[in-house]
């Protein structure tokens, strides 16, 4: 394996593999911070153009650009509080609220930084337990799908800021809206007055009109002004003793992303929101969570970047794919006239040891354009909102045309936008609607599956020791933050009994 590997490395070091390498991360980048877009179509776009290449050149390019748009969706969700990628839903939730109060600098190096030590660990982890974890992930049925969706359904405690009741309508009403559709055992449509909902309603278009569309309109209003457009802030030398007590933070959150990462199906939109709850539940203020805490940035960052080289183990040890980029990756192979699986180590091994060896190499490539262009980045919010808001309401619906090649994306963007604008008025947050539309269409087919499998016994969920592990931490996870708030309350009823 080590023969293998420095021959990987050596690859990667030819001229042409690191201008792959290098052009993979730039576009990355850009593909990343462009809302709608995305690694799975950056991907996507690029395979065209690997046509008649070498086959180690096409993929390392493939794989940097997954890398970098997996962090490219954080510029974007800390300037402009508009997500480039449904994984960086929860780095805005802190990046957007430290750029507003002057330190988008400091918010972005969190972001690149957490995502380098992430993608560093993430790859020494792909490396080791490929193959382990790929057998593990195989185990996963119907009963231990349905368990993980419903603990990531469980973090809608945790992450419904001042009022549990508000977020406990707004996962309500985002269930409802992901009910929308065939039905996925009868087919059955439901709630679909047009053909094109038989498929249901579309994530990014309503990731979209969510954040991007509804912040303009609340930029619109002129009542929430960009505060950095007078103080950006240090993007490079910044100390890193600042990062003190939000390492433990980013090396747990690099290890949930990996191991969410090589479940196929869960992907780095999980991981970080999974990644992010850990944090903000063992954190000393978790209600400094939602306000600016760079730990929220750091742990959301470092969990979906890590994603990557998760969902890279069984698409590589065993063709299965552990994303749908990593799908789109399995064509690209194909395409190469390379079978992924475990004869892909015997076969071609200098393809699977030269990805692994870009993912180290590329590390401090992808950071060092990251904290360079960082500072560039932070000049948009220096745009008048006169010109930022037709940009990002044009951005917005170019991606959501781009995400289908038609116009009912865009009209669902625009309906999520006026949606999203109507919900943050009455204070009601946005987190648990992204939970129900990324979850609740695992939860229910799986669900359905199992109970098809276990002839309609419900405690056949009880007999798989994963899923029990998992329901039993959706459990701790939804009742746990109520025990803590009502202790509070308790605390602050007994304060003037006290002081009397």
């Not at 003190?244 to 191991?259: D, E, F, N, P, V």
């Amino acid at each position: 394996m080590i023969a293998e590997f420095l021959a990987g490395v050596q690859l990667v070091l030819e001229p042409q593999v690191l201008i792959a390498l290098i052009g993979g991360t730039v576009i990355g980048y850009i593909i990343g911070a462009m809302p709608g877009l995305g690694p799975s179509l950056g991907v996507a776009l690029l395979v065209p153009f690997t046509y008649g290449v070498d086959p180690v050149v096409a993929m390392v390019a493939l794989v940097s650009l997954y890398m970098a748009a997996e962090y490219g969706g954080a510029i974007t969700a800390i300037l402009l509080n508009t997500p480039g990628t449904a994984a960086a839903v929860a780095t805005a939730w802190d990046g957007y609220p430290m750029a507003k109060r002057g330190e988008a600098g400091f918010a972005l190096h969190v972001s690149i930084v957490s995502s380098g030590i992430a993608a560093f660990f993430g790859g020494i982890l792909l490396i080791l337990t490929a193959v382990p974890l790929s057998e593990f992930a195989l185990q996963f049925g119907p009963t231990e799908y349905f368990a993980l969706a419903l603990f990531g359904l469980s973090l809608v405690s945790s992450l419904s800021g001042r009022s549990i009741g508000r977020g406990m309508l707004a996962l309500a009403l985002g269930v409802a809206i992901a009910c929308i559709g065939m039905d996925p055992e009868n087919g059955t449509p439901r709630f679909a007055f047009t053909p094109d909902l038989f498929e249901g309603i579309p994530l990014v278009p309503a990731l979209l009109g969510l954040y991007a569309i509804s912040e303009a309109l609340v930029l619109l209003e002129g009542s929430t002004a960009l505060a950095v457009k007078t103080k950006v802030g240090k993007v490079l030398g910044i100390s890193m003793s600042r990062y003190r007590g939000m390492w433990r933070s980013i090396l747990r959150s690099t290890a949930i992303g990996y191991i969410v990462g090589v479940i196929p199906g869960a992907g780095a939109s999980i991981a970080s929101l999974i990644a992010y709850n850990e944090a903000k539940r063992t954190s000393k203020s978790p209600e400094t969570f939602g306000q600016g805490n760079p730990e929220g940035v750091a742990s959301s960052e470092a969990a979906n970047n890590s994603a990557v080289a998760g969902s890279l183990a069984p698409l590589l040890a065993l063709g299965i794919p552990g994303s749908a980029t990593a799908a789109v990756l399995v064509g690209a192979l194909m395409i190469q006239g390379i079978q992924p699986g475990p004869l892909l180590f015997v076969r071609n091994p200098e393809t699977p040891y030269s990805i692994f060896a870009s993912l180290l190499i590329g590390v401090p490539i992808m950071v060092l354009v990251g904290l360079l262009g960082a500072k560039l980045w932070a000049q948009v919010v220096r745009v008048p909102n006169s010109i930022l808001i037709p940009v990002i309401v044009s951005i917005s619906l170019v991606g959501a045309y781009a995400s289908d090649n038609a116009m009912f994306p865009v009209y669902i963007t625009l309906i999520f936008g006026l949606l999203g604008y109507v919900l943050r008025k009455a204070d009601i947050p946005l987190a648990p609607i992204v939970l129900a539309l990324v979850l609740v269409p695992m939860a229910e087919t799986n669900y359905r599956q199992a109970l098809v499998i276990g002839n309609g016994d419900y405690l056949f969920f009880f007999t798989h020791p994963i899923a029990v592990v998992l329901l039993t931490c959706a459990l701790l996870s939804f009742v746990l933050p109520l025990l803590r708030m009502r202790k509070t309350a308790r605390l602050r009823t007994a304060q003037p009994g006290v002081a009397s």
